[in-house]
């Protein structure tokens, strides 16, 4: 099986085993760029409103927002700890948006790995080199 021809960071060859039918290895593969790149601009997309950490400064923020205003008298006891109960259930969607995407993520790349773990199987396969 061929080695792939692709040129590392440090400008050496890449010399890794290539995928089946390729001249490149997963990671140099021009057909894997799209994916690659998908993958990584996801981190970037995450900025300003709708990141949770972003979600999380701002409910953080009327919950002191709500607690002056009860101390102060501005907003009924009875109505601020509604509010603040309130305002635990959408930090609760955040917190769990979050555990969710995550899981996404977790599914994606495994899913991405396993596809490369089958091509080598098959490469190998293919070219007569016993099975592991
Ligand atoms: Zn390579």
Redesign the pocket.
Known sequence: MA??????ADGG????Q?TRDSE??????PDKADARRRRASKGGKRGGRGRPTTELARLRDRFEELADKVLAGEVERSDGAVAGQLLNGARACVRDGLAAREQEELIERLEVLEAGLDEQQQGRNGSGYAKF
């Open positions: 080695l792939c021809g692709g040129i590392r060859r890449c010399g890794a290539a490149w290895c997963l990671g140099h593969d």
